[in-house]
């Protein structure tokens, strides 16, 4: 059993990628998603790529999952219907959420509404100080009535989330164990074991997200399980999480949502590769699927992370969405992928963000859908061919997308074809740019410093133009583009970030204290690495949210590996003023510092795989496998373009835009000016033209 299999699952497509792990050779895959039961096409989608290669599931020693099912649940609404036991006199926590207003000048500003209805919250008497001491025990009859009431009303989950339990989880699981005598059939989360973290609205929403994931979400799991078993598979299977790190599958099901925008994070730690392969440190990673557009700012290297995630931002403002308190990628997320769907509203053309995703998909599909689509933009404008989609397994329907753009975009605006897809062409750029600026430009870092690594099926289509309007120079555009993510799943270590919240003067801590809290936060993680069953490298490290007495809020600060000795105080409170002083300009020596969240990261590092090279060619220029008639304004319209075959192209070649670059997963379009050199791993390194 040599090889390794990665699957992720999408809103349009399941992409796939096999390794043999003995010579590092890539074998992909890419069918479409099957919404009524994702399983369903991982199963098929998988069983058909082993088959072309002659091999069968006994081949298969370990299976990796992604999934943006978890976020897609919650921004569509569609998780079990949940309750929330809370402390008496904090029923409305998800509905008063923070004073903050994420648009100050909106006074009509609408925030989320939570998932669970008020009616759903039931309140129990107890109460506990800041510190964890009980100032009044628990009513365990009030637990009682909360759970009649919940069954009454058919509740599939249970979140319970009480004041200060972070301090103290007794109060906590006492009412878990009540749930679980009285009503085993229900999901259940404890805030304590999933967020034991201050501030109240985030533990809250993030016990309750995990809570309305959980009946679906272990469901899901036990159908690809049973499945693959059924199947002969024989090794452990394992799901990315949204910190980028494998955990198996089994977790999941109890913590899902630790997967929220696995898949994502999966296409971001391979765009980071892909830029150490190039040698470049500082990128921007871009993945455009069939029904969303991500971006992630990639620094030295090392993706951009959060502590507390949200789910489901509107217009891109950060304090929009739900939180949850759960480490992972700092990613920015719209609704703009190849199935976001065109339509006028009020006189004027907007794209998605509803998209109309594998089923029925876009018009040109020929599934069944009528609404124009940015994929259909893409075949009128001559950038995809309709008889090599999928490598010629599925056509597209020119004349459908015809129908459907001059249908519900030409003729509402008086414009013809031609201008009507170039219009969802741009604005779609549009769309996906002020994505980009949100996680560069607007967190203080010049896009034109930054290199372009584009994926997703639809990323190559649109990454040169995006290039070009946020004045970059130069883009990567790896091979297999629209299978990355699970490739990415591919290169992953197995990751646990765990976080506690306990406030302290740095002060008052003495070492044995210092080391004790990390201790038992180490222990648990040591534990989860286990779990894995995965042989490897360990490292622990240890962090801290940090702050000058009576601020109100932290910074998070590196501190040195553990166990500590004399002489370590001095040391982090110099790593925190360092730090402070970068963010904010200055310190406050004389300020007193305090710990506020202490947190730990264990990585397991598996023997790395790397990806094959290519044989090098003796340079000079690819040759085209053919022309056609593209869409190219920078050239004057209509321009006869060269077709190019990507699986044709070696190391040393090179290629010069206006240029269709054509591969079974996805399609690239150099501009007039571009140029492009095939490195050793297949990537396209773009230099853009017109970059200022």
Known sequence: MAFRLGFDVGGTFTDFALQDERTGQLFIGKCLTTPDDPARGVLEGAQALLEERGLGWTDVHQAIHAATLGANTVIERKGAKTGLIT???????????????????DLFLDKHPPLVPRNLIAEVAERLWHDGTVRQ??????????????????????????????????????????????????????????????????????AVVNAYLQPLMARYIARISDALAASGYRGAWYMMQANGGLSRAALMADMPVRSVESGPAAGVLMA???????????LIAFDMGGT???????????PATVGTMEIDRLALRAGSGLPINQAGMDLVEIGAGGGSI????????????????????????????????????????????????????????????????????????????????????????VNMERAIRAISV????????????????????????????????????PAAAGVTSAIGLLIADVRFDLARTRIAPLGD????????????????????????????????????????????????????????????????????????????????????????????????????????????????????????????????????????????????????????????????????DDTAAVDEYGSLIVTLGGAV
């Open 509 to 672: 801590l003495d070492v044995a204290t210092l080391n004790a809290v990390f201790g038992e936060l180490e222990v648990q993680a040591r534990a989860l690495l286990d779990a894995t069953g995965i042989a490897g490298e360990r490292r622990i490290g240890r962090s801290a949210d940090m702050r000058y007495a009576g601020q109100g809020y932290e910074l998070e600060i590196t501190l040195p590996d553990g166990p500590w000795a004399e002489g370590i105080h001095a040391r982090i409170r110099a790593a925190h003023d360092a730090h402070y002083a970068a963010v904010y300009g200055y310190a406050e020596p004389d300020g007193e510092a305090e710990l506020v969240t202490w947190k730990v990261c264990a990585l397991c590092l598996p023997p790395r795989v790397e990806l094959p090279r290519r044989e090098a060619a003796t340079g000079g220029l690819a040759t085209p496998k053919g022309r056609r008639r593209a869409y190219f304004p920078e050239a004057g319209g209509w321009t006869d373009t060269a077709i190019y075959d990507r699986d044709a192209l070696r190391p040393g070649m090179a290629l010069a835009g206006p240029a269709v670059v054509e591969e079974r997963e996805s399609t690239t379009i150099l501009l007039p």
């Open 272 to 282: 980071a590769r892909y830029g150490a392969l190039a040698g470049v440190d500082d």
């Open 442 to 477: 607007e967190q203080g870092h010049d896009p034109r410093t930054l290199t372009l690594v584009a994926f997703g099926g639809a990323g190559p289509l649109h990454a040169a133009r995006l290039g070009r309007s946020l004045g970059l120079g130069r883009a990567i555009l």
């Open 292 to 302: 969303t557009a991500k971006a992630c700012l990639i620094k030295d290297r090392q």
């Open 342 to 429: 065109a339509h006028v509203s009020h006189g004027l053309l907007q794209v998605g963000p509803h998209s109309a995703g594998a089923d029925p998909g876009p018009a040109c599909y020929g599934r069944g859908g009528r609404r124009p689509t940015v994929t259909d933009a893409d075949v009128l404008l001559g950038y995809l061919n309709p008889d090599y989609f999928l490598g010629g397994r599925m056509h597209l329907d020119r004349a459908a997308a015809e129908a459907a753009v001059g249908e519900h975009v030409a003729r509402p605006l008086g414009l013809g074809l031609d201008q009507a897809a170039w219009g969802i062409y741009q604005i779609a750029n």
């Open 137 to 206: 025990p628990l009513d365990e009859g009030d637990v009682r009535r909360a759970l009649a009431l919940f069954q009454a009303d058919d509740v599939q989950a249970v979140a319970v989330c009480l004041l200060h339990a972070y301090a103290n989880p007794a109060h906590e699981r006492r009412i878990g164990e009540i749930v679980r005598a009285q009503a085993p059939h229900l999901a259940l989360t404890l805030a304590s074991d999933i967020a034991p973290q201050y501030r109240e609205y985030e533990r809250a929403s993030t």
């Open 87 to 105: 402390t008496r006199g904090f029923r409305d926590v998800l509905e008063i959420q923070r004073q903050l207003r994420y648009n100050i000048h």
